[in-house]
């Protein structure tokens, strides 16, 4: 029996259907806890969980899949050419599973392939798309989940102290920038640093971001060339477990030298701002709320946030998100969507300052909702010179 508590779709005659590659899927792996690089289907009914594998992946499916039955996808396509008929598609293999076994009506996820939903309205069964998450429960985290994504934050740690400590290392040239071995000490290299130690733990980190200067104003920009002394550099490590699909995600920022009195100013209320976010975490709090107060903060501070000279400067991100299957999933704690904080969640707080000419500071930390306000899952230390 699976172990996750899948909530059932409307009727006796109504499963969930999903169809996808589970390692680009949440849904999917929550659902089945199998990770394949391939499409299939697995469908919810009446209580039970099942899976359609290929013959490439059935034995292993059988092993790890946390479902209740493994069907064989040759099986009934073995059947449907013994019945006559030619065209076995993914869709006459489906109709003729799920009608045997009375569904008539689909549940399906909102990025449900379409062509795939035309071809089963085609044969009969009614197919409806559920907007917003597919399975509410996904974010409140088991204990079990707290502790894969736990140990992805340890991951995370351990590859941005490899960066740091490359960056610490490094001299400090006349001109300005930060060297190592007689070469420039560039992102990528510090990347490659924090993505093998990563690696080597069993877990994936890519697209890290370690972005020097005037590239730390664009909160995704991923960083790239010579880093430079004296100015702020980001560094935001966030990684996949191989084993289970989890996320950690932590982002600090330093300087290697000594920071201008602007950067100092700019990630002291930085600081604050995490701080003040931090202390209103907890169940039934806000997420909008949460991150005005943080705005309103800043602006307070004489950091507003706004367009100057055609870009935008300041806080013009969330405060954090819902970290799981997924790095960024709900809840979100921003301004577009109200999100009310349920214990159990997973979330950063992550708030930022980017101003062209000084740079940019973000600092985050993963959470934990409990029942009466949170713990931080993240150990890192907080310190902006190296």
Same mark, same amino acid.
């Given at each position: 029996?699976?172990?996750?508590?899948?909530?059932?779709?409307?009727?006796?005659?109504?499963?969930?259907?999903?169809?996808?590659?589970? =390692?680009?899927?949440?849904?999917?792996?929550?659902?089945?806890?199998?990770?394949?690089?391939?499409?299939?289907?697995?469908?919810?009914?009446?209580?039970?969980?099942?899976?359609?594998?290929?013959?490439?992946?059935?034995?292993?499916?059988?092993?790890?899949?946390?479902?209740?039955?493994?069907?064989?996808?040759?099986?009934?396509?073995?059947?449907?050419?013994?019945?006559?008929?030619?065209?076995?598609?993914?869709?006459?293999?489906?109709?003729?599973?799920?009608?045997?076994?009375?569904?008539?009506?689909?549940? %399906?996820?909102?990025?449900?392939?379409?062509?795939?939903?035309?071809?089963?309205?085609?044969?009969?069964?009614?197919?409806?798309?559920?907007?917003?998450?597919?399975?509410?429960?996904?974010?409140?985290?088991?204990?079990?989940?707290?502790?894969?994504?736990?140990?992805?934050?340890?991951?995370?740690?351990?590859?941005?102290?490899?960066?740091?400590?490359?960056?610490?290392?490094?001299?400090?040239?006349?001109?300005?920038?930060?060297?190592?071995?007689?070469?420039?000490?560039?992102?990528?290299?510090?990347? =490659?640093?924090?993505?093998?130690?990563?690696?080597?733990?069993?877990?994936?980190?890519?697209?890290?971001?370690?972005?020097?200067?005037?590239?730390?104003?664009?909160?995704?920009?991923?960083?790239?060339?010579?880093?430079?002394?004296?100015?702020?550099?980001?560094?935001?490590?966030?990684?996949?477990?191989? @084993?289970?699909?989890?996320?950690?995600?932590?982002?600090?920022?330093?300087?290697?030298?000594?920071?201008?009195?602007?950067?100092?100013?700019?990630?002291?209320?930085?600081?604050?701002?995490?701080?003040?976010?931090?202390?209103?975490?907890?169940? =039934?709090?806000?997420?909008?709320?949460?991150?005005?107060?943080?705005?309103?903060?800043?602006?307070?501070?004489?950091?507003?946030?706004?367009?100057?000279?055609?870009?935008?400067?300041?806080?013009?991100?969330?405060?954090?998100?819902?970290?799981?299957?997924?790095?960024?999933?709900?809840?979100?704690?921003?301004?577009? @969507?109200?999100?009310?904080?349920?214990?159990?969640?997973? %979330?950063?707080?992550?708030?930022?300052?980017?101003?062209?000419?000084?740079?940019? %500071?973000?600092? =985050?930390?993963?959470?934990?909702?409990?029942?009466?306000?949170?713990?931080?899952?993240?150990?890192?230390? @907080?310190?902006?010179?190296?």
């Amino acid at each position: 029996m699976a172990d996750t508590d899948h909530r059932e779709a409307d009727s006796s005659t109504e499963a969930r259907l999903l169809f996808a590659a589970s =390692e680009r899927n949440a849904d999917l792996l929550y659902a089945t806890r199998f990770f394949a690089p391939d499409r299939f289907a697995c469908f919810l009914h009446g209580g039970r969980s099942h899976v359609v594998m290929n013959d490439l992946e059935i034995d292993r499916a059988r092993r790890q899949a946390r479902v209740d039955e493994v069907i064989s996808l040759s099986a009934l396509q073995a059947e449907l050419r013994r019945e006559g008929q030619r065209a076995i598609t993914t869709a006459a293999v489906l109709h003729r599973l799920l009608s045997g076994r009375g569904v008539r009506s689909l549940l %399906v996820p909102f990025d449900f392939p379409a062509g795939l939903a035309f071809q089963l309205r085609r044969r009969g069964l009614r197919v409806r798309a559920k907007q917003g998450p597919f399975f509410d429960q996904r974010q409140v985290k088991q204990a079990r989940e707290v502790r894969q994504i736990t140990r992805a934050q340890r991951a995370a740690e351990a590859g941005l102290q490899a960066g740091i400590d490359l960056i610490r290392q490094a001299r400090i040239t006349s001109r300005g920038k930060l060297e190592q071995d007689g070469a420039a000490l560039t992102a990528e290299r510090v990347k =490659e640093a924090i993505n093998t130690v990563v690696l080597k733990l069993g877990f994936v980190a890519a697209h890290t971001i370690v972005a020097g200067g005037a590239q730390g104003c664009d909160p995704h920009n991923e960083g790239h060339g010579p880093l430079p002394a004296h100015r702020p550099i980001i560094l935001d490590v966030f990684p996949r477990s191989q @084993k289970d699909g989890y996320w950690g995600d932590i982002t600090r920022t330093v300087v290697r030298g000594r920071a201008g009195e602007r950067v100092r100013a700019l990630y002291r209320c930085v600081a604050e701002g995490q701080a003040l976010a931090l202390k209103q975490c907890g169940p =039934e709090a806000s997420g909008r709320q949460i991150h005005q107060s943080v705005r309103d903060f800043f602006d307070s501070e004489g950091f507003p946030t706004g367009l100057k000279r055609g870009r935008m400067q300041g806080f013009f991100h969330g405060t954090g998100h819902g970290v799981g299957l997924e790095i960024h999933e709900a809840p979100h704690i921003g301004s577009r @969507k109200e999100s009310i904080l349920k214990a159990g969640q997973v %979330v950063t707080v992550e708030p930022g300052l980017y101003y062209s000419g000084v740079g940019g %500071v973000r600092i =985050e930390d993963l959470i934990l909702i409990t029942p009466r306000g949170h713990r931080n899952l993240t150990r890192f230390p @907080k310190v902006l010179e190296i």
